[in-house]
């Protein structure tokens, strides 16, 4: 039973345009989200959070939107830059609801940014 | 700050051997989890451990064990190894609660044959 998904294993865009990543979440107990970026032979590294009592939090280029009522959370990058190539992990836990020590990862997306 | 470091990065074991992984956490990290990436899967949480204390297990058969020392490293044990556990292991640190961020090591690439 998949609790995160991201729909899409891949998604290519141009350089300078914008790239939204999907991720679509089941349990309903998940009230802190997060994504992760990984480049090949790394360990994933964290990008942005966003905590369920706001609707988007923005760092820079990354922002991070979440609809409570689909269960769906979406990260914008703009603008998309070669460097932004990576596989990008959504990751969903339950903080009010009561910790249980983990992030539940979705299976990733593969971000091809072409110059 | 050092990182989180994993040892040894790749390794190589045959069907039916054992193999143990080992993980030291940034310094003042007390959580420890390990995940599992296979292509197309994910990362899979095997599970997390805090203070010496397995505090969450993820749903693995019991070939998979860890445990964690009074410093805060980690070591990770696989038995009677299958083709099937050929994977990235991911090792990740955080404070308290790995519910919130959490800090990835580079991996060990374990290939079975």
């Known amino acids: 039973d998949q609790q995160v998904k991201q729909n899409s294993p891949s998604l290519s865009v141009q350089e300078g345009r914008i790239s939204i990543l999907n991720c679509d979440y089941t349990?309903?107990?998940?009230?802190?989200f997060l994504w992760y970026k990984k480049y090949p032979a790394e360990g994933p590294t964290f990008l942005i959070s966003?905590?369920?009592?706001?609707d988007k939090n923005e760092d820079g280029r990354f922002t991070v939107f979440l609809n409570k009522s689909a269960k769906h959370l979406s990260l914008h990058i703009v603008p998309s830059q070669p460097g932004d190539s990576a596989v990008y992990f959504c990751a969903a836990s339950g903080i009010g609801g009561g910790s249980n020590y983990k992030l539940t990862f979705g299976k990733g997306t593969l971000l091809t940014v072409n110059p | 700050k050092a990182g989180v470091t994993q040892t040894p990065r790749y390794l190589i074991k045959t069907r039916g051997q054992q193999v143990t992984l080992s993980c030291s956490p940034i310094s003042g990290h007390r959580s420890v989890s390990w995940y599992q990436q296979t292509p197309g899967q994910g990362l899979q949480f095997l599970f997390e451990y805090f203070s010496e204390t397995q505090r969450n297990k993820g749903n693995f058969p019991g070939r998979f064990s860890g445990r964690q020392f009074s410093n805060s490293r980690s070591e990770m044990n696989v038995s009677t190894l299958e083709l099937g556990d050929s994977a990235l292991y991911l090792c990740?640190?955080?404070?308290?609660?790995?519910?919130?961020?959490?800090?990835f090591g580079p991996g060990t690439r374990l290939t079975v044959t």
């Open positions: 966003i905590s369920s009592i706001k």
């Open positions: 990740a640190s955080s404070t308290q609660d790995p519910s919130y961020e959490q800090y």
């Open positions: 349990n309903s107990m998940f009230d802190y």
